[in-house]
Each structure stands twice: as structure tokens, then as C-alpha cells.
């Protein structure tokens, strides 16, 4: 598919996105941007669009999961910074401050992570996704998808386990 094409059959159809986009997002700002992002994935992918049988249906279904991915992602923002005051007031208070300091130190190894490995135990552990799917999305073999699982999973339970020897003065 060339410039031209693309243009035609792909990001004529931007402007029939951005209601729903926005919508879902909450605001023109954010639509806007998100549409940005949604047009360069097709782009890097038109060669694929160009075969699909529904390019209309294709396009509005990424739009929809770029939104929900984008969704998920400001939710776990938010939920992180609103629920402390409410944790310090509930009766199991103590318990969950506890939850919420392990999640606090799995994202901070998350993040320490290579790229592919912290891709990989993201879309596996916290979003659910099958390693067929993995596979589609990062474009590499499953044996190297449970490679990359696996020693990510590793790093995380060395890390932890680091991190909880030191907390308890084993170190």
C-alpha cells in the first residue's frame, strides 16, 4: 500500500474515529493524540491492512484497543496515587499498605528490566494474554517469548527476594 492509498482507504477514516475516540478517552487532547498514535500503527502495519478483507473494521478495532490499552494504563496510575489515604483509614489497613508496598517494588523492578523481557511478563502476568497472542504482537517466536518470560520471571524473584533479605537484615 503506498502514500496515496494509505491516505485514501486508511486516514480518511480519522476523522469518523474521533467521536469515539474521544469518548472513550474523555477529551479532544487526548483523542487527538491517541489518533496520532493509532495512524502511525497503520501506517508501520499497511502492508498487512492492505490484505485485510475489512479495512474499515480493522481500523476502528485497533483505535478501540489502543484506547482501552491507553484506559488500563492511566487506571493503574490513578488507582495507585487515590487508594493510599483509603488504605491507611480501612480496618485491614495494615494488610493492604503491605499489598500496595510489594506493587509499588514489582514496578520498580518491572521497569528495570530489558524492554523485551518487561514486554513480555507484562502481557503474560498482569494482562492475561496467551503466548499465541504475545507472539502476534511482538512479532517473535514462542520459544523465545517463554525464554524471555522465564528469565524475567527470575530476575523478579531474585530482586524480591534481595529486596526482602535487606528489609529483614539478612543481608
Known amino acids: 500500500m503506498n502514500k496515496t492509498e494509505f491516505q485514501l482507504k486508511v486516514?480518511?477514516?480519522?476523522?469518523?474515529?474521533?467521536?469515539?475516540?474521544?469518548?472513550?478517552?474523555?477529551?479532544?487532547?487526548?483523542?487527538?493524540?491517541?489518533?496520532?498514535?493509532?495512524?502511525?500503527?497503520?501506517?508501520?502495519?499497511?502492508?498487512?491492512?492492505e490484505?485485510?478483507?475489512?479495512?474499515?473494521?480493522?481500523?476502528?478495532?485497533?483505535?478501540?484497543?489502543?484506547c482501552i490499552d491507553l484506559l488500563r494504563k492511566k487506571k493503574l496510575e490513578i488507582n495507585d496515587s487515590s487508594l493510599q489515604l483509603e488504605i491507611l483509614k480501612s480496618e485491614y489497613g495494615q494488610e493492604q499498605l503491605e499489598w500496595k508496598e510489594l506493587n509499588i517494588i514489582i514496578r520498580k523492578i518491572l521497569k528495570s528490566l530489558p524492554e523485551q523481557?518487561?514486554?513480555?511478563?507484562?502481557?503474560?502476568d498482569l494482562d492475561g494474554?496467551?503466548?499465541?497472542?504475545?507472539?502476534?504482537?511482538?512479532?517473535l517466536k514462542i520459544e523465545h517469548i517463554r525464554v524471555l518470560l522465564s528469565r524475567a520471571r527470575k530476575q523478579v524473584g531474585l530482586k524480591l527476594e534481595k529486596t526482602y533479605s535487606y528489609e529483614r537484615g539478612q543481608i
Open 51 to 66: 490484505q485485510h478483507p475489512n479495512i474499515t473494521g480493522f481500523v476502528f478495532l485497533t483505535a478501540r484497543n489502543f
Open 129 to 139: 494474554y496467551e503466548f499465541n497472542e504475545i507472539a502476534a504482537v511482538t512479532q
Open 11 to 49: 486516514f480518511s477514516l480519522s476523522e469518523r474515529l474521533f467521536p469515539m475516540v474521544s469518548r472513550m478517552l474523555g477529551n479532544n487532547a487526548n483523542a487527538e493524540d491517541a489518533i496520532q498514535e493509532i495512524m502511525l500503527k497503520l501506517w508501520v502495519k499497511r502492508n498487512e491492512i
Open 117 to 124: 523481557q518487561r514486554e513480555v511478563i507484562v502481557m503474560r
